[in-house]
């Protein structure tokens, strides 16, 4: 018996979102970003520091510089989030954003090693601001940097598929690192992306600063979209990426949110925008 009655969407084919509901929700978010944007200093590089802000303890001595206006995120997390950027750009040129699957051991293994340098350093850096410690070695920004970046390298290459098998319905079988040659673009990539940043020229700590701030959001977007899915139960059902628009702007309502209140806690604790003042 035919019916004229519209049939049920799928469970496995995304179904387009209430349109009371998107229109709530991009207003929401709309209002959380001029909040945000209102509340935080003037200029793309005060705003950048905003992020960083959230996520950094900012100590001038621990970052590198444009002039003499700290970069918005250490120099360890500029690092980190910059390997995020570098790892993404890479992935999505050799068109492997979608891929869904952890590298073979052989491959992630030696990543995971170089990622875990940042806690050793980490630790050493960290406890050489107390007067009983004598360091291992002389702490040094190149050093925080370099961890930072293959720390950043490992998350993006492990997030990455974990976020594909969490919204695809069809994500690519295969790993973002398939071979070695694939490993030594990662490291090389990052590692370029190192050595500009130690050239100190302005134009470059200015993209490697922005291109950092940006790395925050992304991955505070990332899990804010994948916790909007899972509210939603429409995990693994996105067939192409404008089936991720609205899960991505609730995502960066999430990130927005969540850096906003900590920028409140922080500056209310504080009463300065600047970093935290340690030495080096």
Avoid at 18 to 26: C, E, F, K, M, N
Avoid at 142 to 161: D, E, H, K, S, Y
Avoid at 170 to 175: I, K, L, T, V, Y
Avoid at 262 to 272: E, N, Q
Wanted: include cysteine; proline fraction near 6%.
């Amino acid at each position: 018996m035919s019916s004229n009655a519209s049939p049920e969407p799928s469970p496995t084919h995304p179904a387009a979102y209430p349109r009371l509901l998107t229109a709530a929700l991009i207003a929401t978010t709309a209002l959380i970003a001029l909040g945000w944007l209102a509340a935080t200093p003037d200029g793309v590089l005060g705003k950048a520091r905003a992020i960083g802000y959230a996520v950094c303890h900012q100590i001038a001595a621990r970052s590198f510089h444009i002039h003499d206006e700290p970069l918005p995120l250490c120099a360890r997390c500029t690092g980190i989030y910059l390997g995020i950027m570098v790892g993404i750009a890479l992935f999505a040129a050799r068109g492997r954003l979608r891929s869904a699957r952890l590298p073979a051991v052989r491959f992630l293994l030696p990543l995971l090693a170089l990622a875990g340098l940042i806690a050793f350093d980490g630790i050493n850096s960290y406890l050489s601001l107390f007067d009983f410690y004598t360091p291992i070695y002389t702490p040094h920004n190149t050093l925080r940097l370099f961890t930072g970046l293959f720390a950043g390298a490992a998350m993006i290459t492990i997030v990455l598929p974990i976020f594909n098998g969490t919204v695809w319905r069809a994500p690519d079988a295969g790993a973002p690192l398939r071979g070695w040659r694939d490993l030594a673009a990662l490291l090389g990539g990052v590692t370029l992306a190192g050595l500009l940043v130690l050239t100190q020229q302005t134009a470059v700590l200015w993209i490697a600063g922005l291109l950092s701030s940006l790395g925050v959001l992304v991955m505070f977007t990332i899990i804010g979209a994948v916790l909007f899915l899972s509210f939603t139960r429409r995990e693994g059902i996105a067939r192409r990426w404008r089936d991720l628009a609205l899960p991505a702007t609730v995502g960066l309502a999430f990130a927005l949110a969540l850096i906003g209140g900590i920028d409140a806690v922080r500056y209310a604790l504080t009463g300065t925008w600047e970093g935290f003042d340690m030495g080096g």
